[in-house]
């Protein structure tokens, strides 16, 4: 039976790395298009709405787990192959984008109408009125879900591991294996996952608190 040392903890610490590499990646690359699906949902146009209605039910409508396989295999089955890293970084995009577009659709059309009745009377265009009107007001009002959904982003990079990438938790279970001290072990991976997700969600829940405030 192996002592957990500091060969052990740095295992974990570059298991880390990659979690939170991969949450940046996938909620940066997540915003990007889930701010396309949320103008697109917003639109007049009834085929977008109906198009990303559909990608936004596909996506919340089946499981992260799921997703990923769909992704890292189903890119093999047309030919191409990609690292496991690519595969699970376009998969957490994807999932991404539909979470966030519907949050930040939400958040859209809680601006007041008279808002963009408004901007329309000033002679703002489409492009101006969403950039300087619309959307620095729905992100706000967004921004409690939004730090949710990073939350929960962060603990369903867990699952990455099922496709081989090792991230923290992956690398706990590598330790495990090899120390024969599985209770230790991912009782510091929960640590380390409470330790990061804890604070944003107090951040979350006091912008939330914050806000009702002044609303009131």
């Known amino acids: 039976m192996t002592s957990i040392g500091p060969n052990e903890l740095f295992f974990l610490m570059q298991g880390l790395k990659w979690t939170i590499a991969l949450t940046i990646i996938g909620f940066i690359g997540g915003g990007v298009f889930g701010l396309c699906v949320a103008l697109a949902r917003t639109a007049e146009s009834k085929i977008g709405q109906r198009v990303t209605a559909g990608y936004i039910a596909v996506f919340q409508g089946t499981p992260l787990l799921m997703q990923l396989f769909v992704v890292y ?8 192959n990609i690292d496991a890293w690519i ?6 995009t994807l999932h991404a ?21 408004a901007a329309k009377a000033l002679g703002l265009h489409y492009v101006s ?36 990438f090792v991230e ?15 209770l230790t072990v ?9 330790l990061i997700c804890w604070p944003l969600s107090l951040w ?13």
């Not at 189903?74 to 191409?80: A, K, R």
Request: glycine fraction near 12%; aromatic fraction near 10%.
């Open 186 to 194: 991912f009782a510091i991976v929960g640590l380390i996952y409470f």
């Open 204 to 216: 979350g829940a006091g912008v939330e608190k914050r806000m009702q405030t002044a609303s009131r």
């Open 129 to 164: 009125r969403m950039k300087d009107v619309v959307l620095p007001q729905a992100f706000k009002i967004s921004l409690p879900a939004t730090i949710g959904f990073l939350v929960q982003l962060i603990k369903g990079t867990s699952l990455a591991a099922i496709v081989g």
């Open 87 to 92: 595969a699970v970084a376009i998969a957490f």
């Open 73 to 80: 295999y189903g890119v093999g089955l047309v030919g191409l």
């Open 97 to 117: 984008s539909a979470f966030l577009g519907e949050i930040w659709r939400g958040g859209i059309q809680a601006v007041s109408k008279g808002q963009t009745e």
């Open 168 to 182: 923290l938790s992956r690398a706990g279970q590598i330790v495990s294996n090899q120390t024969f001290k599985p």
